[in-house]
């Protein structure tokens, strides 16, 4: 990239616009964007680095940077991938609307920077392409997504993907099964179940009861008689026989996880899956 550009964009001010990586991947060809793109990203944002962790030195400091260098370059690597998509979507907005869209851009980066594991950082791009398809989104619905996309690990995702696609997918043979994504991670079926545990705390996933709740109440209902002939027998001075056998209800009814409604949409927003 000319010199003189990177120093203009590098001047433009506190961060990086949704406009300036846009126009820089406009201008040149295609690899050259990808490579423009990046470096425009790391040396706008590196150049902020030391302001984005204040009091912090030393080893942790250069840590938090080569996190941040990191995590940027992907971001912006991701973001390159999508950089038509992007275009197309703000064609037909209001200047309003961009302004909001950039706005959102800005917080979709402060995640980025923050950001543990790598490998989520294209969920992340995922979402802002989407962010601009809307007409109108709130601050508090990108939040919100985000936030709980920030406290999954790329282990719960990989559990939320089969989730839903053993639910919505129908393609026998794309469709991975729970021991692959056991063996894949490194996990036991007790880690795999602790996985859907939180998943279902956060909210991604509820529980369905299979419908036998007749069935139930009628063992309920024939082991409570048994009871109740066992106490009479047994305490009936009069008996002499032997006291019958109490059996251990079976109950038909159990308890299955499945995708919330919460869950589905933010499959669809952030890990690029349609219902077929």
């Given amino acids: 990239m000319n010199e003189d550009k990177r120093k ?18 406009s201008d040149t060809a295609a690899e050259v964007a990808k490579n423009s793109i990046t470096s425009v990203v790391g040396d706008i944002l590196v ?15 250069n840590y938090k940077r080569n996190r941040f260098e990191r995590n940027m370059t992907t971001f912006a690597e991701y973001l390159y991938t999508k950089i038509e998509d992007i ?3 703000l064609e037909h907005k209001s200047d309003e609307q961009k302004e909001k869209i950039d706005q959102l851009f800005h917080y979709v980066m402060d995640y980025v920077i923050d950001e543990q594991q790598e490998d989520k950082i294209e969920y992340m791009v995922n979402g802002f392409v989407n962010i601009t398809e809307h007409e109108q989104v709130s ?3 990108i939040l919100t997504y985000y936030d709980v996309l920030k406290e999954l690990r790329i282990v719960d995702i990989s559990v939320l993907r089969l989730m839903y696609s053993s639910r ?8 991975e099964t729970f ?6 991670r490194g996990i036991s079926y007790e880690q795999y179940e602790s996985v859907r545990r939180n998943l279902l705390r956060i909210g991604l996933l509820t529980t ?3 419908l036998n709740i007749t069935d139930d109440l009628d063992e309920i209902a024939k082991r409570f008689k048994e009871l109740y002939t066992y106490l009479d027998k047994l305490t009936n001075p009069r008996n002499k026989g032997s006291l019958p056998k109490l059996k251990e209800p079976k109950m038909k009814s159990k ?22």
Wanted: hydrophobic share 35%; net charge negative.
């Fill in 8 to 25: 203009n964009l590098k001047e433009t001010g506190k961060g990086l616009t949704l406009e300036t990586v846009l126009s820089v991947g």
């Fill in 47 to 61: 150049d902020t680095a030391g302001s984005l962790i204040p009091g912090v030195s030393g080893a942790v400091q």
């Fill in 87 to 89: 275009r197309v979507n």
């Fill in 139 to 141: 601050d508090d619905f």
């Fill in 168 to 175: 919505f997918m129908f393609d026998q043979e794309a469709r």
């Fill in 179 to 184: 021991q692959d994504v056991m063996e894949r």
């Fill in 208 to 210: 369905k009861t299979d």
């Fill in 255 to 276: 308890e299955n996880f499945e995708m919330s409604k919460f869950g589905r949409d933010f499959v669809e927003f952030f890990l690029g899956l349609d219902k077929e």
